[in-house]
């Protein structure tokens, strides 16, 4: 566990760290790239356009995330989406929601939901069926992380038969909530036959984390690869963090697919997934509380290098709408729909152009 000492020792040596190496260029590995859809739902649209637009784009998967279609539990649709994607030589991926509960009944209930989306999954093709634990730490039960965590191992075993009858994988994501060691343990206690990684490179900074060791822990056991960047910077009660535009953030992404590359199954698709529009969190990391309370077990190497990343790095001071937020978006709709795009399409462009992703479009 981080200790105040810790904390104190580490920005000594943060100070001494060394820039993180840009490795070897992605060129030596093909990544078929698709874009997470759930980064286009200011645009509400169903399965179908969302389609469309991937195709359109010349993209080699879609990955369908909290679909807002009105088929989006009917297994004819599933049939439908399986079609289209069959016939475009598209791969897809999808997935439910997070796993823990706060009430009694939640068990159950937890089960039910992800059986529906394992069922889901392999009706439209998917070889996963991505699941959480929590939204991010807030949203944990009011248990010791170590509990939290043997309660979504349990939901896990509870499926274990029928995800291996359907031949696909639980995909956990690394959110909010835990750091990618507990997230690791998660999957290797549960059993790397059934469960792997949904590796996302945005979650990491909330949880104090630097994305490159996300990708070392995480890389091995990866069923699916994420990018989203981040600001990442000093503030006066901590660290803050910001998503922003891929290529507009402190993360080296050359770095990020390089290393990604060298630990990441073959086969396994990346996928473009910026999300604009919220505003800077600050981290309170260096109060005690962050960690005996967060993240206990904390480990000072990978403060370390999370903390020399934000030494490295500045405010995201371009001009940006950030209106995110339940009470505030409707308001301001069209003009978020219109910033999204953009930051998807710019988004696109680095990862095709600075980041040598995708197959299709090269024509």
């Given at each position: 566990m981080l200790t105040r000492r810790d904390l104190l020792r580490s920005s000594l040596v943060a100070g001494m760290a060394a820039a993180v190496p840009?490795?070897?260029?992605?060129?030596?590995?093909?990544?078929?790239?698709?874009?997470n859809t759930y980064c286009l739902r200011f645009w509400r649209w169903n399965d179908r356009q969302l389609f469309d637009y991937c195709q359109k784009e010349k993209l080699d998967a879609m990955f369908l995330q909290d679909s807002l279609d009105p088929g989006v539990m009917k297994p004819e649709h599933w049939a439908e989406v399986r079609a289209w994607t069959k016939d475009a030589g598209m791969h897809i991926e999808t997935g439910g929601p997070s796993l823990l509960y706060k009430t009694p009944d939640g068990f159950a209930k937890s089960v039910a939901t992800l059986r529906q989306h394992?069922?889901?999954a392999k009706a439209m093709g998917s070889p996963i069926v991505r699941a959480l634990l929590a939204g991010d730490r807030y949203q944990m039960p009011d248990l010791p992380v170590e509990q939290s965590v043997e309660m979504g191992l349990k939901i896990l075993r509870e499926v274990r038969s029928q995800v291996i009858d359907a031949g696909i994988k639980v995909g956990i994501e690394n959110h909010k909530d835990i750091q990618a060691w507990r997230t690791r343990q998660l999957i290797d206690a549960a059993g790397t036959d059934f469960v792997g990684s949904y590796l996302d490179t945005g979650n990491p900074v909330f949880v104090a984390e630097h994305p490159l060791t996300t990708v070392d822990e995480l890389g091995p056991v990866a069923v699916s690869f994420h990018l989203r960047d981040s600001v990442v910077y000093e503030q006066a009660g901590g660290i803050a963090v910001q998503w922003v535009p891929l290529g507009e953030g402190t993360v080296d992404f050359k770095a990020v697919v390089a290393r990604a590359a060298e630990l990441i199954p073959a086969g396994v698709h990346i996928y473009c997934k910026p999300i604009t529009a919220r505003p800077p969190v600050v981290l309170p990391v260096y109060g005690e509380e962050f960690w005996t309370k967060w993240f206990p077990g904390g480990r000072t190497k990978d403060f370390v290098r999370f903390e020399a990343m934000a030494k490295r790095g500045q405010p995201w001071n371009k001009p940006h709408l950030m209106a995110d937020l339940n009470d505030v978006r409707d308001k301001y709709m069209d003009a978020l729909k219109i910033q999204q795009?953009?930051?998807?399409?710019q988004s696109l462009a680095y990862c095709r152009k600075e980041l040598?992703?995708?197959?299709?479009?090269?024509?």
């Open positions: 840009t490795l070897a260029t992605a060129a030596t590995r093909e990544w078929r790239l698709g874009i394992i069922n889901r795009m953009e930051h998807m399409t040598g992703l995708g197959i299709k479009w090269r024509g």
